[in-house]
């Protein structure tokens, strides 16, 4: 069964910079578009940057500029690159997967950014 693996989450100061990373186990499969989502306490859960297969992204207007989306086919892997990070950006973040035939929508558990000095 396939099951999202999330890394990179943890503890920075505004301004630094963190990478996350996602990759599904189990079964390989057609993915469309791979993203990350964020839902801080209380609120509800955003996208935050997209990619689909073509190589096509979308960012929340809060982050463009700032974080990037990128993926790696040949590992199956989606990244977000965050720089410039701000008190803002403080969320648990959740990958999400698209397979594309059947459409099947994957997510992650979740890694926590926090964002203080």
């Known amino acids: 069964q396939v099951q999202l693996v999330e890394s990179g989450g943890g503890l920075v100061q505004p301004g630094g910079s963190l990478r996350l990373s996602c990759a599904p186990s189990?079964?390989?499969?057609?993915?469309?578009?791979m993203g990350w989502y964020r839902q801080a306490p209380g609120k509800q859960r955003d996208l935050v940057a997209s990619i689909t297969s073509g190589g096509s992204t979308a960012y929340a207007d809060s982050v463009k500029g700032r974080f990037t989306i990128s993926r790696d086919n040949a590992k199956n892997t989606v990244y977000l690159q965050m720089n410039s990070l701000k008190p803002e950006d403080t969320s648990v973040y959740y990958c999400?997967?698209?397979?594309?035939?059947?459409?099947?929508?994957?997510w992650g558990k979740g890694t926590l950014v926090t964002v203080s000095s």
């Open positions: 999400h997967v698209q397979r594309t035939y059947p459409i099947i929508d994957y």
């Open positions: 189990g079964s390989r499969f057609s993915i469309n578009t």
